[in-house]
């Protein structure tokens, strides 16, 4: 069992940058692939950002390449998602998610996850 706890959400002018943490519980949080997944309001949720086990594969939905950029610290059970030149179009609720994934790959659908966060608000203003 892992239990995910989001922080770091807030309000900033666009063009501002935020980093979210997301703590996990557990001593298996080495071998979860970790991802960030985000919805706005009136829309669904969807996918942010992606890490592997290891940290070394990465990926980004297109909205967010070159702005966002996630990592994580194995030693401290923390991911990150580095937010820089935020946009209106950002604001949403930021949930960290954790995949039991069998090999050391990056996971990108939401049904592929088995651990998800209560969220954390982030919200641009124009």
């Known amino acids: 069992q892992v239990q995910l706890v989001e922080s770091g959400g807030g309000l900033v002018q666009a063009g501002g940058s935020l980093r979210l943490s997301c703590a996990a519980s557990g001593r298996t949080f080495s071998s979860h692939a970790m991802g960030w997944f985000r919805q706005a309001p009136g829309k669904e949720r969807e996918f942010v950002a992606t890490?592997?086990?290891?940290?070394?594969?990465?990926y980004y939905a297109d909205s967010v390449k070159g702005r966002f950029t996630i990592s994580r610290d194995n030693a401290k059970n923390t991911v990150y998602l580095q937010m820089n030149s935020l946009r209106p179009e950002d604001t949403a609720v930021y949930y960290c998610?954790?995949?039991?994934?069998?090999?050391?790959?990056?996971?990108?659908?939401?049904?592929?996850?088995?651990?998800w966060g209560q969220g954390t608000q982030v919200t641009v203003s124009s």
């Open positions: 890490i592997s086990w290891s940290g070394g594969s990465t």
């Open positions: 998610a954790a995949s039991r994934g069998k090999t050391d790959l990056y996971y990108i659908r939401e049904y592929e996850y088995d651990y």
